[in-house]
């Protein structure tokens, strides 16, 4: 029989830390940027076209960026819900999106996937905290989800085979989506099956984006039903390509190409969705998938220094690298889908073992290794069954859960009921409410937002339009001016985000929040002075109002970062020191604010000083995705080539970014 049972995973990892208190105003870099040649742009199909431009983020908010964490590892202890037949084991972490760590075959003893070591944040999600391994879902925007390392809510349904399946669900903050994941495995299956399903309960159109990541050996060889594929690399271009033979060299083994890069498969309208990686005897992982979920990708890390770089970075040294093969509701990554209002879309997933000959998916005919996967699927899971099994678990897709085994958010219910949303199957319920969305309960039911009882940072804040709305006309007070500027940036409306942040400002009793976005906005305008100036008012103020706790130090460590930056920004070094003296001695200890003093100390004209930081060795732990600050950093210190554990560079060599 199938089984689903509480359990705990330790080992090495480091903490993800508290959240950024500060409204994230930008997104994080422009690792997703793309440019497309118009000839290229020409010869792609017209849904690709329409979707590649169709409602981008302008910033993450209202989610908080997660960049607390660091990189000293201790023994980490980590929730999780394994679900079991005689077959499969499954173990899941609902308490970090709930990602599956690891899917272990039990007749041959094999692991199906890369199942990471080590649980090391890095800075590669949407808003910050990321870690790589395993099968990751991800929803919102272009980017690895903001639950990568979130909660999520997770409890018994039953399964269409009249067993017991696993659901995990929550609500979608970028776009207001609730989504489910529902895991099962049939009796004495190798197959583990997931069906997954996102609403839209609003009245309008909402832009969509899912894909589903699977962590495998950076060694196997990856094969789909595709002759050609969409390349992007970190040089932000994308261009059509031949698969597998890419400049001479076979790039569907994942350590033949040179530099990072993703290969987003042309599969044809008719073909069966599914994609595999098997290793030198043929064996390995296979995913398939129902037709909705149509593209089909293969990121690799490449063979680079870049790349190398970032496999060491993300796991224990010494640890195999590893690729990913993935599966979304587009062709590629750069695009959302619109989904309907009052709609939803629906499919089902298959992960489990695949073994095939190992000469034929080895061998230099693409066409025939590929059959050979292709046929060996069908002898295993055939297409057709694989929809019976979709069509099945429809019926039990609002089935109502059991008893809660993991707690996600409480957004998801303060929307429910703010709207009154009917969301079978996905029970919000009221109970999950905490004290972040207290005051935006009080709020929905007195129109009043309420001003704090002591001084703290504030809240995070919620900006779709129904929440500026209520914020538009709740009474006058300092933090629901706060809040309302933010709202209001957000929707690009940005002169009457600051009449309302300078209108709070003159009665607030702490003014660091409003100053702060006041001089975000300087500095965005281009009034570097301005900003520089508020920065500085900003900064003193809270260093006045500070506490010694872990939400004082981070919204610290935030401002004080953002504060330096102005004050160099402005040709400002005296002030930027200024700043740099009164933050914590702990946090000017960090790697990314080691980085910072380098760039301090340049500024100030000590070059030999900054070279020391760099000899005695430093490490950025939220080391943005695509930054080469430490590469770039380094070049204005030395004329050496850059020592390789600050070579993070992901571009190819002479492409401009």
């Known amino acids: 029989m ?52 169709h409602r ?21 202890t980590l929730d999780t819900l394994v679900l079991e037949n005689a077959r499969l084991r499954v173990t899941v972490l609902p308490g970090l999106g709930g990602r599956i760590h690891s899917l272990h075959h039990k007749p041959t003893g094999r692991e199906l996937l890369y199942s990471n070591p080590v649980f090391q944040p890095a800075d590669f999600a949407l808003n910050g ?33 009249g067993g017991t399946m696993l659901r995990l669900w929550e609500w979608e903050r970028l776009r207001d989506t609730p989504y489910q994941v529902d895991l099962w495995l049939p009796e004495d299956s190798d197959f583990l099956y997931v069906g997954i399903r996102i609403r839209n309960p609003h009245e309008k159109p909402v832009p969509v984006y899912w894909w589903s990541n699977i962590a495998v050996p950076e060694e196997h060889r990856v094969l789909a039903p595709a002759d050609e594929a969409w390349h992007y690399g970190y040089e932000r271009a994308l261009h059509r390509v031949p698969v597998p033979l890419l400049d001479g060299t076979d790039r569907s083994y994942p350590l033949n190409s040179p530099t990072p890069a993703d290969y987003f498969y042309e599969l044809s309208d008719t073909a069966r969705r599914w994609i595999t990686a098997l290793d030198e005897q043929g064996h390995g992982l296979v995913h398939a998938s129902t037709d909705r979920l149509r593209g089909r990708k293969l990121f690799t890390w490449g063979s680079g220094t870049g790349g190398r770089r970032w ?11 590893y690729a990913e093969i993935q599966a979304g509701l587009a062709r590629t990554q750069l695009e959302h889908v619109r989904l309907e209002a009052a709609g939803e879309f629906s499919w089902c997933e298959a992960y489990g073992p695949l073994s095939a000959d190992p000469a034929r998916v080895h061998g230099d005919d693409w066409g025939a290794a590929r059959d050979e996967a292709a046929g060996r699927l069908e002898e295993v899971l055939p297409r057709a069954e694989l929809q019976k099994v979709y069509e099945e678990w429809r019926a039990h897709a609002d089935t109502e859960p059991g008893e809660r085994l993991a707690t996600g958010s409480g957004w998801g219910a303060l929307e429910v ?4 949303h009917k969301l079978p199957g996905t029970p919000f319920d009221e109970e999950t409410l905490d004290a972040e969305q207290s005051p935006w309960l009080e709020l929905a039911h007195t129109g009043s937002y309420p001003e704090p009882r002591r001084v703290t940072p504030p809240g995070p804040t919620l900006v779709a339009p129904h929440w500026r709305d209520m914020l538009e006309t709740a009474p006058a007070a300092p933090l629901t001016e706060y809040h309302l500027g933010v709202a209001q940036w957000h929707s690009g409306d940005r002169s009457q985000a600051v009449r309302s942040w300078e209108r709070g400002l003159e009665l607030a009793p702490s003014i660091w929040p409003l100053l702060r976005c006041l001089a975000f906005a300087d500095c965005a305008a281009g009034q570097l002075e301005r ?15 500070r506490r010694d706790t872990e939400v004082w130090t981070a919204a610290c460590a935030a401002l004080g970062r953002e504060a330096i930056a102005a004050q160099l920004a402005a040709g400002r070094p005296q002030a930027a020191r200024a700043v740099w003296d009164r933050l914590r001695p702990a946090t000017r200890e960090r790697g990314r604010f080691r980085l910072i003093e380098v760039q301090l100390l340049l500024a100030e004209g000590d070059t030999a000083a900054a070279r020391r930081i760099y000899d005695e060795g430093f490490e950025v732990a939220d080391l943005r995705e695509g930054s080469e600050a430490l590469a770039e950093t380094w070049e204005l210190l030395a004329d050496e080539p850059v020592p390789a554990a600050y070579d993070f560079r992901m571009r190819p060599p002479g492409k401009e970014r």
């Open 531 to 545: 900003g520089a100036d508020r920065y500085a008012e900003a900064f003193d103020d809270l260093c006045a109002e």
């Open 417 to 420: 009921i703010r709207a009154g």
């Open 2 to 53: 199938t089984t689903i049972r509480r359990a705990e995973l330790t080992l090495p990892g480091a903490p993800l830390g508290p959240p950024n208190p500060l409204p994230a105003f930008r997104l994080p870099g422009r690792v997703h940027a793309v440019t497309v040649d118009e000839r290229v742009r020409a010869g792609m199909p017209l849904e690709m076209r329409r979707q590649l431009g």
């Open 311 to 321: 496999q060491q970075w993300l796991t224990e040294p010494g640890t195999g690298g």
């Open 129 to 161: 905290a990321w870690f790589s391994g395993g099968i990751e879902w991800n929803i919102g925007a272009t980017g690895h989800s903001t639950l990568s390392c979130a909660p999520v809510h997770a409890a018994p349904v039953e399964a269409p085979d």
């Open 56 to 76: 981008p983020l302008d910033s993450i908010l209202p989610v908080l960026v997660l960049d607390g964490y660091d990189r000293t590892r201790g023994t980490l």
